[in-house]
T-cell receptor
């Protein structure tokens, strides 16, 4: 079945560490997105990519980095510069940028 | 910048009854799309319904329908014959124009369904 796979489901980070969240899709979608969700808030866009080897910052990109070397993969790195990384992270994709987005199951990141 | 406001943090409905979730938005654009997403306890985001701003007819998907009032910038979701499986967090979202690529989300409404 086609879908979006995020791994791991739970991730723990020590202070000063970089961690990478994985997002893979087999839907042949061109566009991919990363969102952050905090309690009591809606989703906020971190980064998005419309095509391979291209990506743009969203509303809260500081402290995060991404790459898009393959169509099916859009990993998100949470760097040590992100001072409040504890959140739920959701990856999404769409056929092209302006079509409805489909979401993965998310990764919960916590600080040890 | 566009904003989306959901003024009801929580709502409750009796099973088999109807409930309406409110959403208002602020934009200066005339071409945009509006969405309702459902997030059950599994945390996966599921698209419930979408509305194109240029369409006057309200979108409907089975038990889910919207009341789209463009002049008032209001986009409410009506759930008819509520079921236990409808219990979730519901998010209203906005996207600019035909080629817009960014979703702006409201803070969400928790819907509880009583048996």
């Amino acid at each position: 079945d086609g879908g979006i796979t995020q791994s791991p489901k739970y991730l723990f980070r020590k202070e000063g560490q970089n961690v990478t969240l994985s997002c893979e899709q087999n839907l042949n979608h061109d566009a991919m997105y990363w969102y952050r969700q905090d309690p009591g808030q809606g989703l906020r866009l971190i980064y998005y990519s419309q095509i391979v080897n291209d990506f743009q910052k969203g509303d809260i990109a500081e402290g995060y980095s991404v790459s898009r070397e393959k169509k099916e993969s859009f990993p998100l790195t949470v760097t040590s510069a992100q001072k409040n990384p504890t959140a739920f992270y959701l990856c999404a994709s769409s056929i092209v940028a302006w079509q409805p987005q489909h979401f993965g199951d998310g990764t919960r990141l916590s600080i040890l | 910048a566009q904003t989306v406001t959901q003024s009801q943090p929580e709502m409750s409905v009796q099973e088999a009854e109807t409930v309406t979730l409110s959403c208002t938005y602020d934009t200066s654009e005339s071409d945009y799309y509006l969405f309702w997403y459902k997030q059950p306890p599994s945390r996966q985001m599921i698209l419930v319904i979408r509305q194109e701003a240029y369409k006057q007819q309200n979108a409907t998907e089975n038990r889910f329908s919207v009341n789209f009032q463009k002049a008032a910038k209001s986009f409410s979701l009506k759930i008819s014959d509520s079921q236990l499986g409808d219990a979730a967090m519901y998010f209203c979202a906005y996207r600019s124009g035909e080629y817009g690529n960014k979703l702006v989300f409201g803070a969400g409404t928790i819907l509880r369904v009583k048996s």
